[in-house]
């Protein structure tokens, strides 16, 4: 367990707000990743961040969606305006010298 | 880029039997393998990982096999236990770029006690 909080971890909102999922992780690690996880989908990388920069964010599906960095112990993924097929459950994760390191998870819930 | 793919989606085995899940990449010079374990409602957790000069890896009950001639690794769980009963993830994790992984689809797997 790397250490990983992610904020909060159930989220339920209606269509159109905006949705504001935080990540802070330990620190010491470099690279930060953004994931959605749905059935029909798995598992897939949303964006990750090396040193607070975005390095690829071409799994960012919408530009509803966007993520940031302000510091090494921070990040944002935030959804404006949200729609119920946005409805997943997201995770932050960091990397260690080789794998990655999963936090909680955010469930959330667009109606 | 790479693609990996998964097999089976689902596996039933009874207690105390074996069970296998075999992965396939696409890219040659992927050089790192991790397993995670998923049980319901909680987050991805590494079980096992191989790197690509290693043929194989034990780590008590679980082995991961690698094969990179035919680019293909394999999940190995002996002797099943209930608490085995949960969803795993192959990855895959290419030389070039070194930081993002790509995973499988994952097998749930569900030992009958």
């Known amino acids: 367990d790397a250490g990983v909080i992610q904020s909060p971890r159930h989220e339920v909102t209606e269509m159109g707000q905006e949705v504001t999922l935080r990540c802070k992780p330990i620190?010491?690690?470099?690279?930060l990743f953004w994931y959605r996880q749905t059935m029909m989908r798995g598992l897939e990388l949303l964006i990750y961040?090396?040193?607070?920069?975005?390095?690829?964010d071409s799994g960012m599906p919408e530009d509803r969606f966007s993520a940031k960095m302000p510091n090494a112990s921070f990040s944002t993924l935030k959804i404006q305006p949200s729609e119920p097929r946005d409805s997943a459950v997201y995770f932050c994760?960091?990397?260690?010298?080789?794998?990655?390191?999963f936090g909680p998870g955010t469930r959330l819930t667009v109606l | 880029g790479e693609n990996v793919e998964q097999h089976p989606s689902t596996l039933s085995v009874q207690e105390g039997d074996s069970a296998v899940i075999k992965c396939t990449y696409s890219?040659?010079?992927?050089?790192?393998f991790p397993w995670y374990k998923q049980e319901l409602g909680k987050r991805p957790q590494l079980i096992i990982d191989?790197?690509?000069?290693?043929g194989e890896k034990k780590d008590q009950r679980i082995a991961v096999t690698l094969n990179k001639t035919a680019k293909h690794f394999s999940l190995h769980i002996t002797e099943t236990q209930p608490e085995d009963s949960a969803v795993y993830f192959c990855?895959?994790?290419?030389?070039?770029?070194?930081?993002?992984?790509?995973f499988g689809t994952g097998t749930s797997l569900t030992v009958i006690p």
């Open positions: 994760a960091v990397k260690g010298v080789d794998t990655q390191y």
């Open positions: 990855a895959a994790r290419p030389g070039t770029t070194g930081n993002q992984f790509y």
């Open positions: 620190s010491g690690h470099d690279y």
């Open positions: 961040f090396n040193n607070n920069v975005p390095i690829d």
């Open positions: 890219d040659s010079a992927s050089n790192y």
């Open positions: 191989i790197r690509s000069n290693v």
